[in-house]
T-cell receptor, first 113, second 115 residues
Framework: AQSVAQPEDQVNVAEGNPLTVKCTYSVSGNPYLFWYVQYPNRGLQFLLKYITGDNLVKGSYGFEAEFNKSQTSFHLKKPSALVSDSALYFCAVSPRDFNKFYFGSGTKLNVKP | EPEVTQTPSHQVTQMGQEVILRCVPISNHLYFYWYRQILGQKVEFLVSFYNNEISEKSEIFDDQFSVERPDGSNFTLKIRSTKLEDSAMYFC?????????????FGPGTRLTVL
């Protein structure tokens, strides 16, 4: 069965420190990988995606993600967290030739001043 | 910046009643989707729609569900006879083109409560 795992329900970091939000997946083939962020009362907003090429992809708001094929992981990172980064983050995986996402359960990021 | 909108933001209904959830996708997008998230669970794919027909659907999307693009702007999800377990947040999304590599743009969701 296809699945996406975000092992941490919540991640707490201090402002200015680096952050990592973890995602691993079990989806057949070589899927496409995405990160979305959700702020209260807003829809899921696209952050970045991995299609092919360089394993480190850069996205919006200074976020980046590292693809590791052997570990089937796609961890979200940011070198220096901001309080405004506090939100719910979702990892999503899309099988090739399909038009749907499999989502992780979401990780709540809390950045404290 | 264009965005996907959904109405209503919250819908309360009695078990057995029909509900219609409405979405306005981004205007130049061609592919439309519905997802749902039951409280405390993952966001789950329901259905994708293109060129006035269903492109893919999940096992969740049974005969109680239907989708429609009644005009050039709206995209609707109908649940014919709601059940308690249909209570969830329903997200509409759209994408410009087909292909798993394309990001989907999501609306803010409609919270459906079935009593």
């Amino acid at each position: 069965a296809q699945s996406v795992a975000q092992p941490e329900d919540q991640v707490n970091v201090a402002e200015g420190n680096p952050l990592t939000v973890k995602c691993t997946y079990s989806v057949s083939g070589n899927p496409y990988l995405f990160w979305y962020v959700q702020y209260p009362n807003r829809g899921l907003q696209f952050l970045l995606k991995y299609i092919t090429g360089d394993n480190l992809v850069k996205g919006s708001y200074g976020f980046e993600a590292e693809f590791n094929k052997s570990q089937t992981s796609f961890h979200l990172k940011k070198p220096s967290a901001l309080v405004s980064d506090s939100a719910l983050y979702f990892c999503a995986v899309s099988p090739r030739d399909f038009n749907k996402f499999y989502f992780g359960s979401g990780t709540k990021l809390n950045v404290k001043p | 910046e264009p965005e996907v909108t959904q109405t209503p933001s919250h819908q309360v209904t009695q078990m057995g009643q029909e509900v219609i959830l409405r979405c306005v996708p981004i205007s130049n997008h061609l592919y439309f989707y519905w997802y749902r998230q039951i409280l405390g669970q993952k966001v789950e794919f329901l259905v994708s729609f293109y060129n006035n027909e269903i492109s893919e659907k999940s096992e969740i999307f049974d005969d109680q569900f239907s989708v429609e693009r009644p005009d050039g702007s709206n995209f609707t999800l109908k649940i014919r006879s709601t059940k308690l377990e249909d209570s969830a947040m329903y997200f509409c999304a759209s994408s410009e083109v087909r292909g798993g590599y394309n990001e989907q743009f999501f609306g803010p969701g409609t919270r459906l409560t079935v009593l």
